[in-house]
């Protein structure tokens, strides 16, 4: 098992920058891959990135792609979301996520295929 904590989050306005951090606990952290999430008051929980366990492979949604990116540090058991050109839309509790048996594509993407959740953080963007 593996237990996830998120840090980074915050207040700031549009166009700024923030990084999320992702700090897993145990050894074999580079077993999993991990996604971060997100959700917004009334809105379903939605993915935002991923990256498989090696660190090369990643996936974004296309409402972020070319804003944010993800990144892991394994030596640290650390996943981070890098995010930048941050627009009012992207407000939300932001989660992480994590899993060993992600394959697929599509299993990265979907968030009933990981096990592992963070609390979430809160990143709110003012116009």
């Known amino acids: 098992q593996v237990q996830l904590v998120e840090s980074g989050g915050g207040l700031l306005q549009a166009g700024g920058s923030l990084r999320l951090s992702c700090a897993a606990s145990?050894?074999?952290?580079?077993?999993?891959?991990t996604g971060w999430f997100r959700q917004a008051p009334g809105k379903e929980r939605e993915f935002v990135a991923a990256i498989r366990r090696s660190g090369v492979g990643t996936y974004y949604a296309d409402s972020v792609k070319g804003r944010f990116t993800i990144s892991r540090d394994n030596a640290k058991n650390t996943v981070y979301l890098q995010m930048n050109s941050l627009k009012p839309e992207d407000t939300a509790v932001y989660y992480c996520?994590?899993?060993?048996?992600?394959?697929?594509?599509?299993?990265?993407?979907?968030?009933?295929?990981?096990?592992?959740w963070g609390q979430g953080t809160q990143v709110t963007v003012s116009s």
């Open positions: 996520a994590a899993q060993s048996s992600l394959t697929t594509d599509r299993a990265y993407t979907n968030r009933d295929s990981y096990d592992y």
């Open positions: 145990g050894r074999t952290f580079s077993m999993y891959g």
